[in-house]
DNA sequence: AAGAAAACTTAATGTAGATTAAGAATGAAT
DNA sequence: ATTCATTCTTAATCTACATTAAGTTTTCTT
């Protein structure tokens, strides 16, 4: 069980003293999860908080036809949630599960309020953490507005250079919304990178 | 100046103080955009955090061809910042201009941020904000990968009934991520919601 | 090591939306 | 009220990517 790369995720922001420190591992679980096995299953309550310490968890939704269209990556050090469903207590619509065998650890959305109630340090920590998230959301969204998929496929590359050695084509495909087919087109039909 | 609007917004998720509302209300500044007025400029750097109060200002994106692609737009009671920008000191990625005449209230980053620091109540409502913030753009990002046009178009006008009914077209299409010339063909071409 | 499943590759065909072009309608400026 | 600019409409043609199908390669399971 590794706490020492949240702990020092958080520590790039705030600096917690020993006490609080306590407090919040006292909050924190760990679980593994095996390849393939969802940790959250759309329509289902996210009520929890998730922080990747080993493996890569990945989130994303099916449509109609059951095709995967995933929405985001989390390798170690990677927060990931369905924030509306976190939210609201809403069905989730996102899936979240393990492309590798993979470990994390979670609060609970009760333990997760009330640390940022009474570690104040800890909320600002997060809200930075959501301004982060923002600014990455923003970038993506009009990324896929502007860019064709030759160059969202450098773009991430280049972003991501240690996701691309491990991750499977399809799951990149998916990321940057093509299909299998046409990426595998695209990679070995052209100059590339 | 109406900041009534501001601290009403506040009021939903946290309580100020009088003296906390007073400090708040002193670091804002207050300015008004004309229609088309640009108030954020791509390459510069995006200092502030903008809150309208009045009209409706949007955030978008140029592409090489010149063509506009709306990320955002944010009525009276929306936020609205290059967030990146904000945070790192980059050159601003999007221009933020006035569709009507306008008005907003503003922070720059320095009192913004010792605001947060000083009021750990006020940081609470901006974590919170994140969180939703971070919530619409999951769903937008899923959105436009699972749906087609029409739907993205439905669901424009089912969450933003008093968007839809002031608009200009071409604006709506910019958001959906279609061209003006499309949107017009498939409103007019079948039967719309 | 063998067999099954999954991932990747390849190619032909199809399609949602873009581009190009231009006319009509509406809104803004004077 | 008139003129100009902008927005919307319409239609033909084009294109980036999807879909369908199937073969090959790699990975996983036993």
Known sequence: MDNSLLLSSIAKYVTLD?????YLLSLLHY???KRKQ???EEGDISSKVIFVTAGCLRSYAVDKNGTEHVLQFAPPGWWIVDMRSYITGEPARLNI?????????FFNKIDFEELNLKVPKFER?????GQNAIATYQHRQID?????????????CQLYPSLIKTLPQKQVASYIGVTPEFLSKMLNTQIVK
Chains 1, 2 share one sequence.
Not at 18 to 22: G, K, V
Not at 146 to 154: K, L, S
């Open 31 to 33: 679980k593994k999860a």
């Open 144 to 156: 896929n507005a502007i860019f064709a998929a030759m160059e969202r496929y450098a773009n991430f």
């Open 38 to 40: 969802l940790v959250l």
């Open 97 to 105: 599960d393990a492309i590798d065998d993979s470990e994390y650890i």
């Open 125 to 129: 920590f997060n809200r930075i953490l």
């Open 18 to 22: 020993e006490q609080e420190e306590q």
